[in-house]
């Protein structure tokens, strides 16, 4: 995230420059199921938290 992403987000503004959003989709199990269960099975749950606890090192006060 920039600062002037930030500081738009602070103002409530929209930002001059387009911010593009990268999503990722971790292989499940069940992938065709996942939206619908979620974290509840332990085997998404494990996997979405080692998804998280490897993502943590590029983002601050997480």
Request: glycine share 4%; aromatic share 14%; hydrophobic share 40%.
């Amino acid at each position: 995230m920039t600062t002037a992403l930030a500081h738009a987000v602070q103002d409530g503004q929209y930002p001059t420059q387009e911010t593009v959003v990268y999503a990722y989709l971790p292989a499940l199990p069940r992938a065709q199921q996942c939206f619908d269960e979620g974290m509840e099975p332990l085997d998404n749950r494990y996997i979405i938290f080692s998804c998280f606890e490897a993502f943590k090192q590029f983002v601050r006060n997480v």
